[in-house]
């Protein structure tokens, strides 16, 4: 008989990773209120979206190995502090350097979320069980990212940019209560001091990410910023491959299973660009409603995966991770090429049962990939692990955006945008759909 799982602790999580994801769709409504306050254009605003990227897909490597050292307890309230801290900071902010400079603090703070965020799964819920936890997460994530925009638009409105970062508070407090109740007590480890080689790590690592990054902003302008940061992302990519730091990275990566689930993960998430930008412009420009029409067919997503993700997670502890990942693979293919036909003459009902069907693929696919990214992790390295599943997410949701935009401006928009934007995400979709095919085939399905 397995161990009882520790609820509780798993809810602690979920507060906090609902804090740390919802935070980019909460101050993106805050930004044109920040240009108009600080006297700054939207190319600068942007800056404090990435300022909070970069350092969560830099720090996620490094901060995951160095979590598989430390007491999992101690570093996520450590978290919870820094994040009301940095929030704290962001509210006072006078100018938008000191704004940026903060934001980056509060995605160091997310990153330490992130780095014992398998392990805190993996203390607490036996392996029959981590499926439906991991569903459990997912959804407390996805609903509160979601409805983190409408609210931060209200409080926007009501009360000004600043008051929009307190948004997330209540989770937060909430969470460093829930984890200093409910989490494993038990390990002593303590919290190690970082070692100079993981510092050197973040760096470059941040820099390829913040390269990679600015060369897909400007991939649609002409000249030579675009190339040329892509090159240096590459060089800085290649660069940290080398060091020694990276070596039990490219271990993990070479283990069977473990690559294709990576590679399905990036191309998956490159679906965000179909949330984040192609659905809000269809609406607008091919269908001529207003922005509330495309926020409803956002909220009817939310509800699918709200709905799904549970049920995909028991589905996981029955059946297995890979399985299900495979399905909400071949599920998000079919949903994205229901989505590909559509035009002016659909209309928002059209749109509305595609975005439905995109987000039961998503809720079957995220809390799948989760448990298989997690059951390929080796003893012991579970932070790691959980580091590099969250780069590689980050990664994938800026890149599909930034594809989305190049395809709807190559073709000047409308409905040849919105086509040529989907099919390209329905690709990218097939294609790590079918690398994962093969393990999926071959692993059986857990003991009862």
Known sequence: MSAPARWGAVLALGLAMLAVTSEITVASVALPGIGADLGVGPGATAWVLLAYTVPMAALGIPAGRWGDRADPRPVFLLAQFGILAATAATVLAPTLPVLVAVRVLQGVAAAL????????????????????????????????????????????????????????????????????LLLDRRRVRGVPRPARSLLVEALVLGGAVTALLLALDRAGSAGWPAPAAGVLAIVLFLVWTRLPTARSVRELVRR??????????????????????????????????????????????VAAVAVTSPV????????????????GGVLSVLALGALVPLGAGSGWTALAVGMALVGVAGGVFNPAVNAAVLAAAPAGSEG???????????????????????????????????????????????AGTAVVLGPALRVGAPAA
């Open 256 to 301: 069977p299973s473990f690559g294709p689930t990576l590679t399905a993960l990036f191309a998956v998430s490159t679906t965000s660009g179909l949330v984040s930008f192609l659905v809000p412009w269809f609406v607008v420009d091919v269908l001529g409603r207003t922005a509330t029409a495309g926020g409803t067919a956002l909220l009817v997503f």
């Open 384 to 430: 790691a692990t959980g580091g590099i599943a969250m780069t590689v997410r980050t990664v994938g949701s800026a890149v599909g955006p930034a594809i989305a935009a190049l395809g709807w401006t190559l073709t000047g928009g409308g409905t040849a945008g919105w086509r040529l934007g989907v099919a390209v995400l329905l690709v990218l979709a097939l």
């Open 113 to 180: 979320v992130v780095a014992v965020y398998m392990l805190i799964v993996t203390a607490s819920v036996p392996p029959d069980r981590r499926g439906r936890a991991i569903g459990l997460i997912i959804t407390v994530m996805t609903v509160g990212t979601m409805a983190g925009a409408p609210v931060g638009g209200l409080v926007a409105d009501a009360f000004g940019w600043r008051a929009v970062f307190l948004v997330k508070v209540p989770a937060v407090l909430a969470a460093v209560v829930a984890g200093a």
């Open 312 to 327: 995909a997670g028991w589905l996981v502890d029955r059946i297995g991770p890979l399985r299900v990942t495979l399905a």
